[in-house]
Structures are given as structure tokens and as C-alpha cells.
């Protein structure tokens, strides 16, 4: 039986192709019951505050970090979405005395506009978030070296290779309202997926690259970064690829209610606990990963009820 016709764009593959059961079964979850989908490799957390919940995010950072040596190197991935948590890793850092002279990091992605990735200096730069809102807060003494602070670039071959011979502890993560990771959205419906979207097998081939953005993951970064304007958000990115994120020993998927809605929170849990994965929900790729964990803000589970306001 053929596949829906999405009702977001119809030229591309997402959630809304699914079988309506999957879609009901999900809207009807309790906090309870998303609780209950934790299993072997799939774990899920709920914070009561958001002061709870950031720091622990943070603390992922110092966890992964204080496991490196010399002969050792161990890195963490990170998401700018969310970033509260960024200040928090540098000011940890500082008061704990970390010499992070033998740790690595890998920016999950980075807009792609002109043939190339985003400068620095462009407004909705990753690269210049994370230098801002953590590492150039870090004592001077404690930072890690510029070469071991690795972003995608269009030519993505160096931040390939950076992967080799250093330990992933942990790749962090949010999840947008496409149930992307990084910018793992789902594919257009051209050539031979056309009819259908690639096999989860075939999804998990995908390696760091360029990638053209699903119209609604530009709508929801217009929404959160750029005060609605959507012209002004690149419709390209460089990101990292299911490869690399197999390469992580952790997967730490962090929402706090900003960057998805209580339906997709709900979604994805129910597709990784009960092992459904589908690339039109890239996130569920998730359940075939060995150790993942979902970190909720508990009071923007919500709920999916029908409400007029």
C-alpha cells in the first residue's frame, strides 16, 4: 500500500506520512506511560526544573571530559539547540580546575549558504555560539586547544577524519519539530525515493554532509532564532551524520519544550521504546542505537488534548 502524501510539503517525506495508528497511539501517552517506554538501550528522564535540567546537561560535558587522558582522548558532540546549558559548562569547568588539554568537541552542524558553510561572523553562526556562550568563557589556563574544537565545514572530509582514534563519550542533542537530530531531517521525494523514503538501513549510511533543510525545520528557525523571519535563515546546513552519531557511545537527547511540541516529544519515545524506526522520523532511527536516553522537562510534556484558546 502506497505511502500518504505528507500534509506539511508534499514533496518531502515526515512524520505525517506515517500510519495513523502510530500517530493516535502516540497523541494518547501519559507522562506516565512515556516513562514507560524505557527499556534495555533506551532510557527516559524527567527534571522538575529547568534549573535541574540544564545543569544536568551540563554535567554530561564535565562526566565525558574528566574520562580523558593523555594516551585517551575523549570528546562530547554538542547541539546549539538547546544552548542554556553552554554557560553553565564553562563556569563548571572554571571552578572544578579541569585541564581540558586532552578533550575534544564536535559542533553538530553549521548553515550552509554561498557554496560553503557559514562564517563567524554571520548572525546565526554555531560556531560563533559555541565560542561565546562557552568556550571563550573557559579560564585560559583550562582550554582545550583550537584543534581539538572541530566543526563541520562543507569540505567535510577534516571533520570526518577527526572522529578517528578519539572516544565519543556522549553526542547531546534536541529535537526539532521535523524529529530531526542535528540536522538529520527527512529526504525529498525525488528519484528513488520517490515513492518511498529510504530504509532505515540506507538512512544510517548517511556520513557528515549537506544537506537541503525541510521547509519546516527553516520555519521553526526562523521561529526560535530569528524573530519569524524566514528569509533570513539558510535553507542548506553541513551536519553530522548518522555514521558519527554510531560512533557515540551516548546518545542525550535534551527537550525542554522549546524546539518540539508535546505530540513530537510523544512521537519519538513511542517509536524508539517500541523499536519502530522509520526515516520519515529520523529521531526513531534512534531505537536501533545500543544506548540512548530522552531527558524531559517535565512540565512541557503538556498535553495533546484539542483546546481553544
Not at 542548506?236 to 527537550?255: F, M
Not at 519502530?276 to 512540565?299: G, K, T, W
Request: glycine share 8%; with cysteine; aromatic share 10%.
Amino acid at each position: 500500500m502506497p505511502r500518504k502524501i505528507s500534509m506539511l510539503a508534499p514533496e518531502w517525506w515526515d512524520y505525517t506520512t506515517l500510519d495513523d495508528d502510530i500517530l493516535d497511539d502516540a497523541a494518547r501517552l501519559s507522562a506516565e506511560d512515556m516513562a514507560g517506554l524505557s527499556r534495555d538501550g533506551f532510557k527516559v528522564v524527567f527534571y522538575d526544573t529547568l534549573e535541574d535540567f540544564y545543569l544536568a546537561e551540563a554535567l554530561e560535558y564535565i562526566a565525558a571530559w574528566r574520562q580523558a587522558t593523555p594516551d585517551n582522548p575523549v570528546g562530547i558532540c554538542g547541539p546549539i539547540g538547546p544552548t542554556e546549558q553552554l554557560p553553565l559548562v564553562a563556569r563548571l569547568v572554571n571552578e572544578l580546575n579541569l585541564d581540558l588539554s586532552s578533550v575534544h568537541f564536535w559542533g553538530m552542524d553549521e548553515w550552509y549558504a554561498d557554496g560553503r558553510e557559514v562564517p563567524p561572523t554571520h548572525p546565526l553562526s554555531f560556531a560563533k555560539a559555541d565560542m561565546q556562550l562557552c568556550f571563550d568563557r573557559i579560564e585560559q589556563k583550562l582550554r582545550m586547544p583550537p584543534s581539538n574544537i572541530h566543526f563541520p565545514k562543507a569540505d567535510t572530509a577534516e571533520y570526518i577524519d577527526s572522529w578517528q582514534g578519539v572516544r565519543c563519550a556522549v553526542m547531546q542533542g534536541g529535537q526539532g519539530d521535523i524529529k530531526h537530530w542535528a540536522f538529520n531531517d527527512p529526504v525529498k521525494r525525488q528519484g528513488k525515493y520517490k515513492d518511498r523514503p529510504p530504509t532505515p538501513g540506507e538512512y544510517r549510511l548517511l556520513d557528515t554532509r549537506v544537506v537541503d533543510l525541510h521547509p519546516v525545520t527553516i520555519m521553526q528557525n526562523a521561529r526560535t532564532s530569528g524573530g519569524g523571519v524566514v528569509t533570513g535563515v539558510p535553507t542548506r546546513a553541513v551536519t553530522v551524520g548518522p555514521i558519527q552519531t554510531w560512533k557515540a557511545e551516548k546518545v542525550s537527547i535534551w527537550q525542554a519544550g522549546t524546539h518540539d511540541n508535546p505530540f513530537g516529544m510523544r512521537l519519538t519515545s513511542l517509536m524508539i521504546g517500541k523499536k519502530i524506526a522509520d526515516s520519515c522520523v529520523p529521531m526513531s532511527l534512534l531505537a536501533e542505537h545500543p544506548n540512548v536516553q530522552f531527558n524531559f522537562y517535565r512540565p512541557a510534556i503538556g498535553k495533546c488534548d484539542v483546546e481553544m484558546h
